[in-house]
């Protein structure tokens, strides 16, 4: 049987054994019809033409992991934050880890979507907000409504400074010869309220998992969001990751996406403007080698006027890996005094590595400022002389040029050790040790 | 330190150089002259040992060692330093950070340990004085919206700081006022020794009046044609390239 006929066939089961209010019930129904009806996208729908699906359909995976698992704080510790003061909604082959989490509901709710979902005193901010930003023609994201149960659900209220970051984390354990996963994550961020947020998605062991994942987050008037993907995986593990952001009035949100590894990486990232003087930022970094693949897929809706986006996505593509920048911005008729900016820039380190980029602007209203470049090249010869005629060995020179060429993106992160952690996983993935911290 | 003999090099199978002999003595300072075109800037490039330039015949020896097959790097760790016409902007690399890498690997190839930072602080304050050099200025991305006065003495802090035996400087006087040659040519001076020696490439002969060359050499269509004490840059001057042709 195909995987989206198991699927199918799970869901009855999935149905039947679950218990969900009617508003949830209904939701999902509604996102099982339309994966039925589209299904898998193809190589023939225009937002897939450069990644196929087609390898990780033919993977017999199970989506529901038969028995709990568990894992060891000393084993899993390197991929958190662990020297800074952080909550943490941890989850196990998809199952909830309270050992490994730090959860609060003081003052705000940083706890799991699957209490969101069930119980009452949530009803109100699930029927409101819950499914509500993600695009419902979107078959993958449909597919992720209809089975998700379980992700991080975080509410901010109104002018709450959240003192900490938050780190969500979802490992697979390889207990099951293959699985695939459904996080959910629901995070809904008040008035002038301010938070951080770190999402990392990792295996533990070498069999094939494929996460389809959807995060929406509603910032308020004001409110600040500034949010850290890590994609750094192993090559079995596939990650599709939708993000749809929907913003109020002088809210300010930031995505910044590190892919570094995994077999295939489709980021599709979307904003939303519903209010003037938004700002939203995207930005990523992105290390690949051997036969990897990335993509980059980002909607920016400029629904209102004077409103800015700024995305800045820098690529190093090394062996036969290949990679996908596609930045779409629509500007509404309404939407003037926009300022939207987008540069996608990349290297090609490897012979055989491949880039297509594409940026894909819309603009319907008269009075905007909208800038798009990208580039494609090798590390610049001339300044590699240069370097090595300083004593900077090649190896080195090169991995100088890459950490130069990713900088931009890499000082505007926010949280030192974020930064850190990066910096590290970059001179690990070149093989160098540098002289010194960015 | 320096002995070139029938030196031979192309570029994309064109033949730049065609027969350079040359040789430097520790403690000299040799003026290298020439038209445009002449090939003063590829002499520097292949003894850096930049590989865009193919050695065709001859041999360059420093200190006694064929160079050829030598990547620029351990040109550079055995003391050889190009102060560079065009010095390369890289954004995103300070120039602080820039020269103490370049120090840690001069270190490592000697199976030093790296320079301890506070040595290394002194050591930049300063060479950093010595060039004029601004604290503020070392933070900066390396010769990222520099203006050329600023590469160039950026260059020859570099200089200063990795003390080589052999200081190529190609054309580091062109783009310079006459307040920032003094600056560059008395750094250079403060550099000379008995036991390091100097190439000075250049056009003009203005820059000779501050660093005082040993020897002059007249670079002519990949051939030194004439070759000469101080005065034959005043000559040079007066009478112009053709004079030697």
Redesign the interface.
């Known amino acids: 049987m195909e995987l989206k006929e198991r699927l199918l066939a799970s869901y009855l089961a999935f149905e039947d054994r679950t218990e969900m209010d009617d508003h949830v019930r209904n939701i999902r129904s509604q996102a099982i019809k339309n994966f039925e009806s589209n299904g898998f996208p193809s190589k023939k729908d225009e937002e897939w033409k450069y990644t196929s699906l087609n390898p990780l359909l033919k993977v017999p995976y199970t989506v529901f992991s038969k028995k709990e698992n568990s894992v060891e704080f000393k084993d899993v510790k390197k991929y958190f934050l662990h020297e800074i003061d952080s909550y943490k909604l941890v989850f196990i082959d998809g199952v909830y880890s309270s050992f490994l989490s730090e959860t609060t509901h003081q003052g705000m709710d940083i706890c799991l979507l699957s209490s969101a979902l069930s119980k009452p005193k949530y009803k109100m901010v699930m029927d409101r907000f819950y499914n509500q930003a993600t695009d419902k023609n979107e078959s993958l994201t449909s597919l992720n409504t209809a089975f998700a149960t379980e992700g991080a659900y975080i509410n901010i209220p109104k002018g709450k400074v959240v003192n900490k970051p938050i780190q969500i984390i979802h490992f697979s354990t390889g207990q099951e010869s293959a699985l695939m996963l459904f996080p959910r994550n629901l995070i809904v961020v008040g008035e002038n309220a301010h938070v951080q947020i770190i999402e990392r998605h990792q295996s533990l062991y070498e069999n094939p998992v494929l996460t389809n994942a959807v995060t929406e987050i509603f910032a308020n008037k004001r409110a600040i969001v500034d949010y850290y993907k890590i994609q750094n995986d192993l090559p079995s593990a596939s990650l599709i990751d939708h993000t749809y952001i929907s913003q109020k009035q002088d809210s300010n949100c930031a995505v910044h996406t590190f892919s570094f590894g995994g077999k295939m990486t489709r980021n599709n990232l979307n904003f939303y403007q519903e209010g003037e003087h938004v700002q939203s930022t995207l930005k990523g970094i992105t290390l690949v080698g051997d036969k990897q693949h990335v993509d980059h897929h980002t909607l920016v809706a400029h629904n209102q006027p004077n409103c800015e986006s700024f995305q800045e996505y820098k690529g190093i593509y090394a062996d036969q890996s290949t990679g996908v920048f596609n930045g779409k911005v629509i500007v509404k008729k309404e939407a003037q005094k926009t300022n939207a900016y987008q540069q996608n820039n990349n290297l090609l380190t490897g012979d055989k590595a491949t880039i297509n980029t594409k940026p894909q602007l819309e603009i319907f209203a008269d009075d905007v400022k909208c800038s798009h470049g990208c580039t494609i090249g090798q590390l610049?010869?001339?300044?590699l002389?240069?370097?090595?005629?300083?004593?900077?060995?090649?190896k080195?020179?090169k991995a100088?040029?890459m950490?130069?060429?990713?900088?931009?993106v890499l000082?505007a992160v926010k949280i030192q050790e974020i930064k850190t952690r990066i910096t590290k996983i970059i001179a690990n993935k070149i093989g160098v040790k540098?002289?010194?911290d960015? | 330190m320096l002995q070139i003999k029938n030196l031979h090099a192309s570029i994309d199978g064109k033949e730049i150089l065609k027969g350079i002999n040359l040789e430097i003595k520790p403690g000299e300072v040799h003026a290298i002259m020439g038209p445009n075109g002449s090939g003063k800037s590829t002499l520097a490039s292949v003894i850096?040992?930049?590989?865009?330039f193919e050695q065709t015949q001859g041999e360059i020896l420093f200190e006694g060692e064929d160079i050829q097959e030598l990547?620029?790097?351990e040109?550079?760790?055995r003391g050889v330093?190009?102060s560079?016409q065009y010095?390369?902007e890289?954004?995103?690399?300070s120039v602080t950070?820039?020269i103490?890498?370049?120090i840690?690997?001069?270190r490592k190839?000697k199976g030093q340990e790296?320079m301890p930072a506070n040595e290394m602080l002194a050591l930049i304050k300063q060479k950093a004085e010595l060039l004029e050099i601004d604290r503020k200025f070392l933070s900066r991305s390396l010769n990222e919206g520099f203006s050329g006065g600023e590469k160039k003495r950026n260059e020859i802090f570099?200089m200063a700081m990795?003390n080589p035996k052999l200081a190529i400087l190609d054309e580091t006087d062109s783009g310079l006022d006459i307040d920032a040659l003094r600056v560059v040519a008395n750094g250079v001076n403060r550099l000379r020794s008995q036991e390091n020696a100097v190439i000075v490439i250049t056009h003009y002969q203005r820059l000779l009046d501050y660093i005082i060359p040993d020897f002059v050499h007249v670079l002519h269509d990949g051939k030194i044609v004439k070759s000469g004490e101080k005065e034959l840059a005043h000559q040079l001057e007066e009478k112009g390239y053709d004079w030697v042709k």
Do not use: C, M, W
Not at chain 1, 380 to 383: F, G, L, V
Not at chain 2, 90 to 93: E, S
């Open positions: 610049d010869k001339k300044a002389f240069y370097l090595r005629a300083r004593g900077i060995p090649e080195e020179a100088l040029l950490y130069a060429f990713a900088n931009d000082s540098l002289g010194f960015i | 850096a040992g930049h590989d865009a990547a620029p790097e040109r550079a760790h330093f190009l560079f010095p390369v890289i954004p995103g690399v950070n820039f103490k890498t370049a840690n690997e001069l190839s790296d570099q990795l």
